[in-house]
């Protein structure tokens, strides 16, 4: 399956300044697929290292001569590995000692090998007793598959062409398949296992089986990590479903259980964050250049990385998902929020903020920060598409900031001079061109 990551990884591997680069992700987004797809594609040999439970790469990591480490491996896999021509792939780097650190001296002492690891952003924050290289690599995110990369493994070309087209008026004409597929990304989500699944066989059973898979993965991945936390951890992811389909969404600890306190859950609410399995979304007090220097971080939302996993957590209906016409409104729109948030997230050199008033119930979903603008946001998955809060905040609290907003729902795209109004599955028009001069 194609993914967008891969002009990225391209551009990496013609850059003059090269360095190590670290793909970070959840588990299960495509890591180490993407890499090995990359590494035979690109490169005429590829030397491919799991540190996961491999008793080499305790040998290997023994100290920090590359050198020698490179040595070794060409002896190991009876291959050479030559600068320019092997792509040297090390995966769950994070499960070894000096695996991490020995970045650095790749960089310094080979810096004309291609050498691309992969691991979660959590594991390599958390491993103890060594220093990260901070300058020494490039480091890349990754998420799971975006609605037009769902769509391009589907094989319907011409409507992605529609799509990455930005052509409004040829939506419309497609709007029914358009939204046909949406339901079925909302089942679905974008975790490539899932998807592959989906597209071979159309069985939602089998998907939904996955899925599950994937979740009952990220459990073990808690009992791994954080045996002092893993009550409380499981208590706030568990709780997510619940907190999302709360009206304003906001995360309450006191539905965790009765006398919580943030302080007490601080620690496993970052541990999920730094796993990447959920989205902190803070609230905004002022929408002004830089939004972090406005967050109120005693007020957040929390979002799943996926929706296909959230639908799956809440045991939604997939017929529901799939053949009702309010599928996007069900859980008070809660799916289409995380629709809508998790490709937002995944945009390079942005950040997402919500925003609301004290002593008011305004709010915007959210405020969208790029290099060249902030976007404010409103998801309006009903039929009633009445954007009141955002009416006023462009029009009255902030007028002289001169901001358009933005409405997902499911209508046409409508441009009006304070707003505009795009389908939701014309996310990516948004997030494509984010960073685009105006």
Known sequence: MERSIYKRLIHWKNRPDRKPLVLLGARQVGKTFILQDFGRREFENVVYVNCQRNSICERLFRDLDVNRIVIELERHFDTEIIADKTLLIFDEIQEVKNGIASLKYFCEEINSLHVAVAGSLLGIQLREGESFPVGKVHLLNMYPMTFNEFVAASEQHRLLEVLESSDWEAMQIHNEKLTELLREYFFVGGMPEAVAKYWETKNV???????????????????????????????????????????????????????????????????????????????????????????????????MLDCGLLACMSEANPNMLLLDDNAFVEFKGALSENFVLQHLKSTPDSSVFYYSKDNSTLEIDFLFQTEQRIVPIEVKAAENVRSRSLYLFVNEDFKEQKFIGLRFSMKPYIHQDWMENMPLYAVESLTKNANKPL
């Open 205 to 303: 059973r089998e998907v939904r089986e996955v899925q599950r898979e994937i979740l009952e993965t990220y459990s073990h991945d808690i009992a791994k990590h954080s045996k002092a936390q893993i009550q409380r951890i499981h208590q706030v992811w568990q709780s997510i479903p619940a907190q999302l389909a709360r009206e304003n969404k906001k995360f309450f600890y006191g539905s965790l259980r009765k006398g919580a306190r943030a302080k007490d859950y601080e620690e496993a609410l970052q541990w999920l964050v730094d796993a990447g399995l959920v989205y902190r979304i803070e609230r905004c007090k002022k929408p002004s250049h830089p939004l972090k220097f406005y967050a109120d971080n005693s007020a957040f939302k929390l979002y």
